[in-house]
């Protein structure tokens, strides 16, 4: 019945199994517990106990391998996820730790005078900005003077050598020598504004184009007025009496400027042609403008007999009273300048709505033309040559003499 060799204890294929699928910390231990099962449930018959021992190592060492291989991938997988998800985290948290550690004490007082940091920088930021602005105004100023300096200097070298300065110039007031600067400087003005019109109306520009030049040229006698006007507070008499005009030019001087009706005279034969309702509008204006003339003829006139009146009134040696009535009187001589000088404004304005934009062109083009060959020929006149008047001079006393002295004798045969 029984076997002559005794069975050997067999292992069921779920403990194998069930030891492959244990993690690798008991794997030691199944190890040991299945080494002392087989030590001793060891068979007796040496043929299959060497076949047995053979076959069971080689599995045995097959699930070691591969348990090892399983935990080494594991370790390495679990050890590239914790190095990406902590390495940025990790310089992020270095990287501020070092900031705070360079920051260190200067943040707390940074907090602290936060406010007061920011406040006085922006006021310095505003002083810098004005110093830098007033430092500008202040080269921009002294190279407008430099500039304005230069044209002076220019203007009174133009202005002696069209001898427009007499020998008496030593005598002139502050705003009269500031007043004939200034015109020289507005003289400047019209010959360019001049230039300007002469082309614009032979280059048949539109009307848009020549309107604006009409009314800069109209701006440009209202700044000479306006001039006038503050130089008549400061030294009326330099104005009354045109000194600031070339010699020619005060031939025809009224109150301190030429005299509108003659003005408009001049233009009517220069403005052909002229419709029925703009030559009803001049004839007007031009009676207007002499009715206004003769007015303020006559109160100049009035004026200067009732210095007369003062002056030669009272005694000789105490006639301060009468001077200072006198002074008084002098003084409505601005009025008349500042009446006289709002006819001469009133008269180019009234010409400029009653003519086309052309026709005003031509109109303020003649009106400079005509001044302008005036003080051309006070140059002229200026410039002569003195040596032919000397010789014409002494020639004319020459014949006047012999003529005195010939008819004497004349006279005597004539009695012989």
């Not at 001589?333 to 009653?354: K, M, P």
Request: proline share 3%; glycine share 6%; hydrophobic share 35%.
């Amino acid at each position: 019945m029984f076997p002559s060799w005794p069975m050997r204890f067999q292992t069921t294929p779920g403990g194998s199994s069930k030891s492959g699928g244990e993690s690798t910390d008991s794997g030691s231990a199944v190890n040991t517990l299945s080494s002392k099962a087989e030590a001793q449930f060891e068979p007796e018959s040496p043929i299959s106990r060497k076949a047995s021992n053979s076959s069971d190592q080689q599995a045995f060492d097959q699930k070691h391998l591969q348990l090892q291989q399983q935990q080494q991938q594991q370790l390495h997988q679990e050890m590239s996820n914790d190095i990406s998800r902590t390495g940025p985290s990790q310089n992020q948290s270095a990287a501020k730790a070092s900031q705070e550690k360079r920051n260190g004490a200067g943040s707390t007082s940074e907090k602290q005078l936060d406010a007061k940091t920011l406040r006085r920088l922006a006021q310095n930021r505003e002083a810098a900005r004005k110093s830098r602005l007033r430092k500008k105004a202040y080269v921009q100023q002294l190279e407008s003077s430099r500039i304005k300096l230069t044209q002076i200097e220019q203007d009174l070298q133009r202005a002696r050598a069209q001898g427009l300065f007499l020998a008496g110039c030593g005598n002139l007031s502050s705003g009269a020598a500031i007043f004939d600067m200034e015109y020289a400087r507005w003289i400047e003005e019209d010959h360019r504004l001049m230039a300007e019109l002469r082309t614009g109306l032979h280059a048949h520009l539109p009307d848009g184009d020549l309107r604006i030049i009409v009314d800069g040229y109209v701006c440009h006698y209202d700044e000479i007025f306006e001039l006038k006007g503050v130089a008549a507070k400061s030294d009326v008499f330099h104005l009354i009496t045109g000194q600031w005009m070339s010699p020619a030019e005060r031939c025809f001087l009224w109150i301190g400027g030429f005299r509108p009706s003659e003005l408009i005279t001049m233009l009517i034969g220069q403005l052909d042609p002229l419709t029925d309702q703009q030559l009803m509008g001049i004839s007007r204006l031009q009676h207007s403008t002499q009715q206004t003339e003769e007015a303020l003829s006559q109160g100049q006139e009035q004026l200067q007999q009732s210095l007369i009146d003062t002056i030669a009134a009272g005694p000789v040696i105490d006639g301060m009273q009468q001077m200072a009535v006198a002074l008084d009187k002098l003084g409505n001589l601005e009025g008349f300048i500042r009446q006289a000088d709002n006819l001469r404004r009133q008269t180019l304005h009234q010409l400029r709505h009653i003519l086309t934009v052309r026709q005003a062109a031509r109109c303020f083009l003649v009106i400079a033309e005509y001044y302008g060959r005036l003080r051309a020929l006070s140059s002229l006149w200026a410039s002569r040559p003195r040596e032919s008047l000397m010789s014409e001079d002494i020639s004319c006393q020459t014949t006047t003499d012999l003529q005195i002295v010939h008819q004497p004798s004349q006279n005597h045969f004539a009695n012989f």
